[in-house]
């Protein structure tokens, strides 16, 4: 069954926001600016898990309650626009002979067996364990496949997408800027359970180097907020590609976690406009940047500062 929605200043938002199936543990106003409060990580609940789900409360991994209130001050209503046309099957382009070369240069190979459903064990938390976004700082070095397995096999992009001649990957990017983007490259959105399995791994890691929390991803920085301005605004606060190179998953894509919210697709939510998408492996602030976490709460047409793309695409023949 669809989850409710509700209307905010002309805009409409379901009440449905943050899911972290992983973890186990007691655990005028300007578009933007609504949506970052209204799913913001003190903000609005709206929501409770659903019976034998694992999804969390309505809440927002990015956003502090300290600093929702004050980002919703800068927030105007938008028309919802009709849902554009999804393109999820495009097939890359073939290079040479190889297991690699079955994806495009900037892309690389993801195969394995991939489990839909994972549990892991938290030894130590960094924040009280009953918050939506706690961070974690230590796992159990194993995690268990609580879902069923299959077989996948694609190409992700090694890095975000960083447009021609800039040095920075995009931001105020959308499900539906992403799609295009990935459309215009031969490419598509990745689903969820692709980018889950690139960034965890067949071990199911928690975080992509691992499972303890360290600082190899751009995360967990303290200064969010540009109080120069009359407005309160987010810093731009991201990094090159370059910039972090330990930040990488056992398939060797960098920067899953931290730097900038990532797009995907909903398998269950394929129709579900304008809410088929899901924001994937957090930003630079200090969330829980793992690779389970999924925040929901935002339109196919949410975009903010912290938003960037990355594309997937099938192999010859899939």
């Excluded at 991939?114 to 009953?130: F, I, N, S």
Aim: net charge neutral; hydrophobic share 35%.
């Amino acid at each position: 069954m669809a989850s409710p929605s509700f209307r905010f200043a002309g805009n409409v938002y379901r009440a449905e926001a943050v899911r972290d199936t992983a973890s186990v543990g007691k655990s005028g106003m300007t578009r933007r600016a609504l949506a970052v409060v209204l799913a913001g990580l003190g903000g609005l609940s709206l929501c409770a898990a659903r019976p034998g789900s694992s999804e969390a409360s309505a809440t927002r991994e990015d956003a502090p309650p300290s600093q929702s209130l004050a980002h919703a001050a800068s927030r105007v209503a938008a028309p919802e626009p009709p849902a554009p046309p999804l393109d999820t099957a495009v097939t890359a382009p073939a290079q040479a002979s190889g297991a690699q070369a079955a994806c495009p240069a900037d892309m690389l190979l993801v195969e394995g067996s991939y489990c839909t459903e994972v549990r892991h064990v938290c030894k130590k938390w960094l924040d009280d364990e009953k918050l939506s976004y706690a961070r974690c700082a230590v796992y159990e070095p194993r995690a268990t496949c609580v879902g069923s397995r299959r077989a996948m096999r694609f190409c992700v992009d090694r890095h975000e997408y960083t447009a021609p001649g800039d040095e920075l990957p995009k931001n105020y990017g959308s499900f539906v800027t992403a799609t295009k983007i990935c459309k215009n490259l031969a490419k598509r959105v990745c689903t969820e359970s692709e980018w889950n399995f690139a960034c965890e791994g067949e071990e199911m890691r928690p975080y992509p180097y691992g499972w303890s929390r360290e600082p190899k991803c751009n995360q967990d920085q303290a200064e969010l907020y540009d109080r120069s301005r009359k407005k309160l605004a987010l810093k731009d606060l991201r990094a090159p590609a370059s910039a972090h190179p330990e930040c990488v998953s056992p398939f060797g894509v960098h920067d899953m976690v931290g730097n900038m919210d990532e797009p995907v697709l909903r398998e269950a939510a394929r129709y579900d406009y304008p809410f088929r998408n899901a924001l994937k492996g957090g930003w630079w602030m200090s969330g829980r940047n793992r690779c389970r976490p999924s925040t929901t709460a935002h339109d196919d047409h949410y975009q903010d500062v912290q938003v960037g793309v990355r594309c997937c695409a099938d192999t010859p023949g899939d």
